[in-house]
T-cell receptor, first 112, second 115 residues
Framework: SQQGEEDPQALSIQEGENATMNCSYK?????LQWYRQNSGRGLVHLIL?????REKHSGRLRVTLDTSKKSSSLLITASRAADTASYFC????????????FGQGTRLTINP | GAGVSQSPSNKVTEKGKDVELRCDPI?????LYWYRQSLGQGLEFLIY????????KSGLPSDRFSAERTGGSVSTLTIQRTQQEDSAVYLC?????????????FGPGTRLTVL
């Protein structure tokens, strides 16, 4: 089964609102990364959080990591129409950290 | 080049034919990855190359799939005797470090359609 699973599968909000997406995983990780994908093509790296970190910020993005619950959340504040995309979490396992295991993604739609 | 490039961007083939997909990673990146993404799904890991080490082929779905990386740079993913279930977007990524501390940089993908 997938190491990372996002929740919800789809999210639709109004422009200006905050969007929160969650990711759960099963085994211990080295780090967790969030990626964005537009139009079903290449992914763009957003942020990386290491297993010994609890929170990280980058612009309008805030990522949290709770290793005791094996979960992470991605918060996008003051959403814009351009944020419409699919968002994936990806985990790098402690053993075999060279490759990432991706979840199924959350499809985010920002309505103008 | 500035980023990872892949060719072709789209490929339509008939069932039973062989196809080759190409990936040019970012210059100097030692790690190269191939993923497959079916419509509306997440990414499925296929194969990973790191420097001169033996590739990690654990994600290849069948022996019809193979990949090589020549000179530690360009990679080719070959699918023999294509089947309709092979239809997907094939994504290549490269990374500059041994472990996944650093981000992976993705190409735009090749959309493969098997008729």
């Amino acid at each position: 089964s997938q190491q990372g699973e996002e929740d919800p599968q789809a999210l639709s909000i109004q422009e200006g609102e905050n969007a929160t997406m969650n990711c759960s995983y099963k085994t211990s990780i080295n780090n967790l990364q969030w990626y964005r994908q537009n139009s079903g093509r290449g992914l763009v790296h957003l942020i990386l959080i290491r297993s010994n970190e609890r929170e990280k910020h980058s612009g309008r993005l805030r990522v949290t990591l709770d290793t005791s619950k094996k979960s992470s959340s991605l918060l996008i504040t003051a959403s814009r129409a351009a944020d419409t995309a699919s968002y994936f979490c990806a985990t790098a396992l402690i053993q075999g950290a060279q490759k990432l295991v991706f979840g199924q993604g959350t499809r985010l739609t920002i309505n103008p | 080049g500035a980023g990872v490039s892949q060719s072709p961007s789209n490929k339509v083939t008939e069932k039973g034919k062989d196809v080759e997909l190409r990936c040019d990673p970012i210059s100097g990146h030692t790690a190269l990855y191939w993923y497959r993404q079916s419509l509306g799904q997440g990414l499925e890991f296929l194969i990973y190359f790191q420097g001169n080490s033996a590739p990690d082929k654990s994600g290849l779905p069948s022996d019809r799939f193979s990949a090589e990386r020549t000179g530690g740079s360009v990679s080719t993913l070959t699918i023999q005797r294509t089947q309709q279930e092979d239809s997907a977007v094939y994504l290549c990524a490269s990374s500059g470090r041994v472990v996944a501390y650093n981000e992976q940089f993705f190409g735009p993908g090749t959309r493969l359609t098997v008729l």
